[in-house]
DNA sequence: GCAGGTCAAGTCTAC
DNA sequence: GTAGACTTGACCTGC
């Protein structure tokens, strides 16, 4: 087995961000072209950062583009993103670092309200939009979760396979993760079955919310793609994420991939800790 | 230049 | 009922 490991958004320690933002009440040509260009120049620093440093992967901040889904931006805006995105392309796919991105919580496929399920459809377009502006390749995945309970777990659960299937130009990035409250892997597998979509597994998240499930059928939601695993550990409070991880999760994850270890195959590991590439870089010293 | 309040959006849990 | 956690701290105002 292989471990390629990296880091998401910003760096800790020279304050490289791709998630810088605006506020609403500043939305203008000016400002979000302003914003997206430090966004973007930002990326090629953190990909240089990634390939010096032999980190193979990398999230971009959702609000690379700020405001790009909201119904006050302008179409003129996209055509300018997207023409600056090709003329770049190469600049950022030299680098072979596997670009995924990861919508905010406003992402809910499954809400009873058709207005929030349509602006999550927006706002997955989006990601889909610099991601393809990019000719990233097929292992850059948007990740996203199922959503809410709404009381009713199976009705919750068929209403995002519904929802997905209306908009099913979107599946070709999306790949779903198991959360802390909601769904266990063993629901996000459930409904990988109907969808085809890969699974994405957090640890940290089937700690707080635990199931039973086969690490093999997990693997084989992967097709054509390099899998996705996400690894943190707990914070101060219940819910929040740590600052490094902790070794025993970085155990525990270990003896959990035990089935795969005299494999040959590629996994990709994301600590989600707030020390970005500090902590990363002490991961990348564990897994070799 | 810095501290502290604020920020487009949903859902859930703890208090 | 509300604050705070998750995507993610960065922006902006006032001193």
Redesign the pocket.
Known sequence: MIIRTGF???T?DN?L?T?????????SHK?VIE?FL?NLNDLKLILEFCKNNGFEVF?I???FV?????KDFKDEWRYEIEDILKSERKNITKYNVRLT????????L????P??VS??V??IE?HSFILDSLEADQNSIIIIHI?????DKQQ?IERFIKNLEKNVSLKRRIAIEND???FSVNDVLQISKFTGLPVVFDYYHHLINPSEFDLHDLIKTWVNKIPKF?I?SA???????SDYLDRKDFDGFKKLMFPLLNTDIVIDVMP?V?M?EKAALIFLEWIK
């Open positions: 998401f958004c910003s800790w304050g961000t998630n810088r933002k605006i506020k609403f009440q500043n939305l400002r914003t430090r999230r901040g959702s609000n700020p405001f790009f889904s909201h991105m990861h919508p905010g919580q406003f992402v809910v499954n809400s009873p309200d207005k929030v602006e999550s927006r706002e989006y959503g809410g309970k709404y009381q919750s802390d409250k909601s996400h943190s914070g101060k409070r219940k819910y929040e994420h989600e707030k970005k």
